[in-house]
């Protein structure tokens, strides 16, 4: 082979090889667009809906066979777009679109009027299964059960991280918190956000939508806090303890590396959220309990408090 012969080639083979780049980066993609589109619709479509409580209960009412038949063939178009997908996306950019349907789904029915009522439960029910449990993030699944906690419905009962639960006690939520307290000769600090007051055993008509704001039906909050936001917010906290706060049917517990603080529920007389930190005024205490939740759960332990002193208050 002749020295231009050889320089043909190698400028060859860099052009093959720059058209074959352009093709794949075009199939990727295609490929990615399409699967959105099927993502979008199976979190969007009202078929999910009737799927996901089908599955959920296991009835199948002849009033939803047409949806069901529709959703057979939405799950169809999903599962091709995305083997087609996988071929040319790396997985761990696919679990993220997934993911992010995800939110996007949660937040859509619940940012709706805070709850997250039967047919909104049977639409993330489906597309979860669908998806995988694994890509409902964190905050998802909080802003989820807050939603269904709103529309009157407790969660399955989970077991405390360091509680011992009493006999016949149920525990609904458990999460990482601290004990804080104001500075000694501090004043209220500017920028700070503004209580807004849990409304403790209310009856039907009022529920906790968030602590962003208030109108004529209770509080509201476009989407959950995030953990960074949450810090900064108890910034100007003293941290007296760190450990974990348990709810049950009964009493809500904070459990620390230096002390536990037990307050029943029908000792509480009220309980305001002011960023990601709960206050606490109990009938058997002067001063108030300070518990800063980080991880955005805040309004998910305050739905939670409405629900449960309905049935705690004094007799």
Not at 133 to 157: E, T
Not at 297 to 311: I, K, R
Request: net charge negative; charged share 20%; aromatic share 6%.
């Amino acid at each position: 082979m002749s020295f231009l012969d050889s320089i043909l080639d190698r400028f060859g083979e860099r052009k093959a090889a720059k058209e074959a780049a352009e093709q794949l980066s075009h199939d990727q993609t295609v490929a990615w667009n399409a699967y959105w589109s099927t993502l979008v619709a199976i979190t969007t479509r009202p078929e999910m809906a009737a799927f996901g409580l089908a599955a959920a209960t296991g009835e199948q009412p002849a009033s939803i066979l047409g949806d069901l038949e529709n959703a057979g063939v939405l799950r169809h178009e999903m599962e091709q777009a995305r083997a087609k997908a996988s071929k040319l996306v790396a997985a761990e950019q696919l679990f993220n679109l997934e993911r992010h349907a995800l939110d996007l789904l949660v937040n859509r029915v619940v940012d709706n009027d805070g709850m997250v009522d039967q047919r909104e439960y049977g639409q993330v029910f489906a597309c979860s299964a669908l998806l995988g449990s694994d890509r409902m993030s964190p905050a998802s699944i909080a802003r989820f059960l807050f939603g269904r906690v709103n529309a009157g419905y407790l969660p399955d009962p989970v077991e405390p991280v360091a509680l011992l639960l009493k006999r016949g006690e149920s525990c609904y939520f458990d999460h990482e918190a601290q004990l804080v307290a104001q500075p000694k000769g501090a004043v209220g600090q500017t920028g700070q956000p503004q209580p807004v007051p849990i409304p403790l055993g209310r009856q039907a008509g009022w529920t906790w939508q968030g602590s962003a704001g208030v109108d004529s039906g209770g509080a509201h909050s476009d989407a959950a806090d995030s953990s960074e936001a949450d810090n900064e917010q108890a910034s100007g906290l003293e941290i007296l303890d760190r450990g974990r706060v348990s709810l049950t049917d009964r009493r809500m517990v904070f459990t620390g590396t230096r002390k536990s603080i037990d307050m029943r529920l029908n000792k509480l007389n009220a309980a305001w959220v002011a960023g990601p930190v709960l206050t606490l005024h109990r009938s058997d205490r002067v001063k108030p309990t300070l518990i800063a939740l980080p991880d955005a759960s805040e309004d998910l332990a305050a739905a939670l408090l409405v629900l449960l002193t309905q049935s705690a208050q004094p007799k």
